[in-house]
C-alpha cells in the first residue's frame, strides 16, 4: 500500500471511529431508555428512528452544509471543510442505526432474566447490567453496523469535508476523485481496503453473534 | 464544562434508567472523543488556511496539486482545494465558504462581479475547448467550424452528451448551441450526463457519441485508455476557453481570508506562477495543457483579441470598482 493511501486509511477509521464514538454519547442512553422503559410516545420514537435507517447521506449533508456554512447558523465555528464536519455528520447519519439495532438488541433479552435477577436478591441496578450484559452481541452487531455506515459512506464526507488532500480526502471521496481523473487503480486499490475492512469487522460480528 | 457534561450525563442514566453506568467507562469514551475532536480541529487552526473552490478541469488534470506544491515551496502555505463546477464554486462563493475561486466561464463570473460576491477578477490562461467523438464521424464534422458542426450533429441525429451541470464547459456548449440557433434540450439526440467531465467522456466513448470537453481532461483519459475519441475539431475563436481567479469580497463575507487570496492572486499572475502553468502537462503530454495568458494580453496577437473579445468585462480583465483597492495587480 503507498503511503499515500495508508495515510486516507488511517484517517478514514479515525474519522468514522469518532463518529461511532460520539454518537454512543447519545445513542445509548437512548436506547437504554427505549429498550427498558414502557412510556407513552415511544413507538413513535422507535418508529421515527426506523424511518431515518434509510436517510439519504446527501440530503443529511446538504443540511449540514448550510448550516455548517459561513452563511449558515453555525459558520461562526469555521466547521465547514474539517474534519471535524465529517465526524459530527457521519455521528447524526448512524444515530438511527445504533438506536433501532442496540433497542431492539436490548427488548430481545427475555425480561423474565431480570425477574428472576430480581428474585435472587438482584437491586434495579444489578438487573439493569445483567440485561445489558445479555444485549451484548447484538450490541456489537449494532456498533459494526453503524461503523461501516459511517465509513462507506460518500455525502456527508464530500459535502462537509471537501475532498481535501491530507485533510479530510478518506476512503469513499479517494474513489469518486480517482473516477473523475482517470486514475482507476488508485479507485480500485482504495475500494478494496473499504471492502476488507467492512468485511472483516462484519465477519468478527457474527462470530460473536454465533457464540 | 466536561466533568459537568460527564456529571450530567450519569444523573440522566440514574434518573431514567435506576442504575449507574459505570463512570470509568463514560470517562473513557468522552476523553477518547473530545481529544479526537479537538486534534481534527488543531489539524489546521492556527495555519494560515486559504480555501480555493475550483472548476473540476483545473483540479481533475493534477495543475493545482502542481501548483499547490509550489507555493508550498516558496511561502509554506497550504491550499485547500474544493473541486467543484464553476457554478458551485460561485456559490460557495457567496456563502462565504472559500478564499478565491477559479473560474471559465466570463458570464457568470461578470454576473458574480456585478453582485459583489467577487473581486479582483485576473485572467490566468486560456486554452481551447475541443469537440471530440467516435472516429468514424458519422455526423460528418471534421474540421467544420463549431457552430456548423453542431448545425449538422442536430439534424443527423447522433448523440450529443452534454454536461448539464452548469460547469464552465456546459455553458460554453449553452452558447454554442445559441449561436446556431439550435434548442437541443428535450431532444431525442440530446443526453445530460449531470457529472464531471471524466464521466461525461466515458459515457459518449460508450455511446459512440459527440460531446464537448477541455483538453486536459481529454488527454488524460485517452491517455489511460479509458476512452476511445477522436479530437475532431480543436480550435477556433467560438472555441476559446479562459480562466480566471477572483478574491471572495470580505465586505460581503467578514471571514474569508482576503489578505491570503491576494497573496495567492499576486503569484498566478507573477512570472513564477505564469511559468508554472506552462510547464505543466509537458513532461507527461508533450504539450502544456493550459497556456499563461499574462504576457499575452500585453500583446496584440490574434489569440490575444480573442480573449479580449470574449472574456474581458467592460473593456478589462476587472471593471475598478470591482479591484477592491488592489490596482497594484493591474498595472
Not at chain 1, 480526502?169 to 481496503?193: F, K
Given at each position: 500500500m503507498?503511503?499515500?493511501?495508508?495515510?486516507?486509511?488511517?484517517?478514514?477509521?479515525?474519522?468514522?471511529?469518532?463518529?461511532?464514538?460520539?454518537?454512543l454519547?447519545w445513542?445509548l442512553p437512548?436506547a437504554?431508555?427505549l429498550?427498558?422503559?414502557?412510556?407513552?410516545?415511544?413507538?413513535?420514537?422507535?418508529?421515527?428512528?426506523?424511518a431515518?435507517?434509510?436517510v439519504?447521506?446527501?440530503?443529511?449533508?446538504?443540511?449540514?452544509?448550510?448550516?455548517?456554512s459561513?452563511?449558515?447558523?453555525?459558520g461562526?465555528?469555521?466547521?465547514l471543510?474539517?474534519?471535524?464536519?465529517?465526524?459530527?455528520?457521519q455521528?447524526?447519519?448512524?444515530?438511527?442505526?445504533l438506536?433501532?439495532?442496540l433497542?431492539?438488541?436490548?427488548?430481545?433479552?427475555?425480561?423474565?432474566?431480570?425477574?428472576?435477577?430480581?428474585?435472587?436478591?438482584?437491586?434495579?441496578?444489578?438487573?439493569?447490567?445483567?440485561?445489558l450484559?445479555?444485549?451484548?452481541?447484538?450490541?456489537?452487531?449494532?456498533?459494526?453496523?453503524?461503523?461501516?455506515?459511517?465509513?462507506a459512506?460518500?455525502?456527508?464526507?464530500?459535502?462537509l469535508?471537501?475532498?481535501i488532500?491530507?485533510?479530510?480526502?478518506v476512503?469513499?471521496?479517494q474513489?469518486?476523485?480517482?473516477?473523475?481523473?482517470g486514475?482507476?487503480?488508485?479507485?480500485?486499490?482504495?475500494t478494496?481496503?473499504?471492502?476488507?475492512?467492512?468485511?472483516?469487522?462484519?465477519?468478527?460480528?457474527?462470530?460473536f453473534r454465533?457464540? | 464544562?466536561?466533568?459537568?457534561?460527564?456529571?450530567?450525563?450519569?444523573?440522566?442514566?440514574?434518573?431514567?434508567?435506576?442504575f449507574?453506568v459505570?463512570?470509568?467507562?463514560l470517562?473513557?469514551?468522552?476523553?477518547?472523543?473530545v481529544?479526537?475532536?479537538?486534534?481534527?480541529?488543531?489539524?489546521?487552526?492556527?495555519?494560515?488556511?486559504?480555501?480555493?473552490?475550483?472548476?473540476?478541469?483545473?483540479?481533475?488534470?493534477g495543475?493545482?496539486d502542481?501548483i499547490?506544491?509550489?507555493?508550498?515551496?516558496?511561502?509554506?502555505?497550504?491550499?485547500?482545494?474544493?473541486?467543484?463546477g464553476?457554478?458551485?464554486?460561485?456559490e460557495?462563493?457567496?456563502?462565504?465558504?472559500?478564499?478565491v475561486?477559479?473560474?471559465?466561464s466570463?458570464?457568470?463570473?461578470?454576473?458574480?462581479?456585478?453582485?459583489r460576491?467577487?473581486?479582483?477578477r485576473?485572467?490566468?490562461?486560456?486554452?481551447?475547448?475541443?469537440?471530440?467523438?467516435?472516429?468514424e464521424?458519422p455526423?460528418?464534422i471534421?474540421?467544420l467550424?463549431?457552430?456548423?458542426?453542431?448545425?449538422k450533429?442536430?439534424?443527423?441525429?447522433?448523440?450529443?452528451i452534454?454536461?448539464?451541470?452548469?460547469?464552465?464547459?456546459?455553458l460554453?456548449?449553452?452558447?454554442?448551441?445559441?449561436?446556431?440557433?439550435?434548442?437541443?434540450?428535450?431532444?431525442?439526440?440530446?443526453?445530460?450526463?449531470?457529472?464531471?467531465m471524466?464521466?461525461?467522456?466515458?459515457i459518449?466513448?460508450e455511446?459512440g457519441?459527440y460531446?464537448?470537453?477541455?483538453?486536459?481532461?481529454?488527454?488524460?483519459?485517452?491517455k489511460?485508455?479509458l476512452i476511445?475519441?477522436?479530437?475532431?475539431?480543436?480550435?477556433?475563436?467560438?472555441?476559446?476557453n479562459?480562466?480566471?481567479v477572483m478574491?471572495?469580497?470580505?465586505?460581503?463575507?467578514?471571514?474569508v481570508?482576503f489578505s491570503?487570496?491576494?497573496?495567492?492572486i499576486?503569484f498566478?499572475t507573477?512570472?513564477?506562477g505564469?511559468?508554472?502553468?506552462?510547464?505543466?502537462?509537458?513532461?507527461?503530454?508533450?504539450?502544456?495543457?493550459?497556456?499563461?495568458?499574462?504576457?499575452l494580453?500585453?500583446?496584440d496577437?490574434?489569440?490575444?483579441?480573442w480573449?479580449?473579445?470574449?472574456?474581458?468585462?467592460?473593456?478589462g480583465?476587472?471593471?475598478?470598482?470591482?479591484r477592491?483597492?488592489q490596482?497594484?495587480?493591474?498595472q
Amino acid at each position: 500500500m503507498s503511503e499515500q493511501l495508508l495515510d486516507i486509511v488511517l484517517r478514514s477509521l479515525w474519522i468514522s471511529g469518532t463518529a461511532l464514538l460520539l454518537s454512543l454519547l447519545w445513542s445509548l442512553p437512548l436506547a437504554l431508555i427505549l429498550g427498558l422503559r414502557r412510556f407513552r410516545g415511544r413507538n413513535t420514537i422507535i418508529s421515527f428512528f426506523n424511518a431515518m435507517l434509510g436517510v439519504p447521506t446527501v440530503a443529511l449533508g446538504l443540511f449540514l452544509y448550510l448550516l455548517f456554512s459561513r452563511r449558515g447558523a453555525l459558520g461562526a465555528f469555521s466547521l465547514l471543510y474539517t474534519p471535524t464536519a465529517i465526524m459530527i455528520g457521519q455521528a447524526i447519519l448512524i444515530t438511527p442505526i445504533l438506536i433501532s439495532l442496540l433497542t431492539s438488541a436490548i427488548e430481545a433479552v427475555d425480561p423474565r432474566i431480570r425477574d428472576l435477577a430480581r428474585t435472587l436478591g438482584a437491586s434495579e441496578r444489578q438487573a439493569s447490567l445483567t440485561i445489558l450484559r445479555e444485549a451484548r452481541k447484538g450490541s456489537i452487531l449494532a456498533g459494526v453496523s453503524a461503523f461501516n455506515r459511517a465509513i462507506a459512506e460518500l455525502g456527508i464526507a464530500l459535502m462537509l469535508g471537501g475532498n481535501i488532500e491530507g485533510l479530510t480526502r478518506v476512503m469513499t471521496t479517494q474513489i469518486a476523485l480517482g473516477v473523475n481523473r482517470g486514475e482507476i487503480i488508485l479507485s480500485l486499490e482504495a475500494t478494496l481496503v473499504l471492502l476488507a475492512i467492512v468485511f472483516t469487522l462484519t465477519l468478527i460480528a457474527n462470530r460473536f453473534r454465533g457464540d | 464544562m466536561i466533568v459537568n457534561l460527564i456529571k450530567f450525563i450519569k444523573l440522566m442514566c440514574l434518573r431514567l434508567l435506576g442504575f449507574q453506568v459505570k463512570k470509568s467507562a463514560l470517562v473513557a469514551i468522552s476523553l477518547i472523543v473530545v481529544v479526537s475532536l479537538s486534534v481534527s480541529l488543531g489539524a489546521f487552526r492556527g495555519q494560515n488556511r486559504l480555501i480555493v473552490s475550483t472548476t473540476t478541469s483545473l483540479y481533475d488534470t493534477g495543475l493545482l496539486d502542481f501548483i499547490a506544491e509550489r507555493y508550498f515551496q516558496l511561502y509554506h502555505i497550504k491550499l485547500d482545494f474544493i473541486a467543484a463546477g464553476t457554478g458551485q464554486a460561485l456559490e460557495h462563493a457567496r456563502r462565504g465558504d472559500a478564499d478565491v475561486v477559479l473560474t471559465h466561464s466570463p458570464s457568470l463570473e461578470r454576473q458574480f462581479l456585478t453582485e459583489r460576491v467577487v473581486g479582483v477578477r485576473k485572467i490566468i490562461a486560456y486554452n481551447f475547448f475541443i469537440i471530440v467523438g467516435p472516429g468514424e464521424d458519422p455526423a460528418g464534422i471534421r474540421g467544420l467550424p463549431p457552430v456548423r458542426a453542431l448545425t449538422k450533429i442536430a439534424t443527423s441525429g447522433v448523440t450529443w452528451i452534454s454536461r448539464g451541470d452548469n460547469s464552465g464547459t456546459h455553458l460554453k456548449e449553452k452558447s454554442l448551441w445559441e449561436k446556431a440557433g439550435i434548442q437541443p434540450a428535450g431532444q431525442a439526440w440530446y443526453i445530460e450526463s449531470g457529472t464531471g467531465m471524466g464521466p461525461t467522456l466515458q459515457i459518449a466513448n460508450e455511446k459512440g457519441a459527440y460531446t464537448l470537453t477541455d483538453t486536459g481532461t481529454y488527454l488524460k483519459y485517452q491517455k489511460e485508455g479509458l476512452i476511445n475519441l477522436a479530437p475532431l475539431i480543436e480550435s477556433g475563436e467560438d472555441l476559446l476557453n479562459v480562466y480566471s481567479v477572483m478574491a471572495v469580497n470580505p465586505e460581503e463575507n467578514r471571514q474569508v481570508n482576503f489578505s491570503g487570496a491576494v497573496a495567492f492572486i499576486a503569484f498566478l499572475t507573477s512570472e513564477e506562477g505564469q511559468k508554472t502553468i506552462e510547464d505543466f502537462g509537458k513532461e507527461e503530454f508533450g504539450v502544456s495543457l493550459f497556456n499563461p495568458a499574462v504576457q499575452l494580453l500585453r500583446t496584440d496577437s490574434a489569440v490575444a483579441e480573442w480573449i479580449r473579445d470574449y472574456a474581458f468585462i467592460e473593456n478589462g480583465e476587472c471593471p475598478p470598482e470591482y479591484r477592491l483597492g488592489q490596482e497594484g495587480l493591474y498595472q
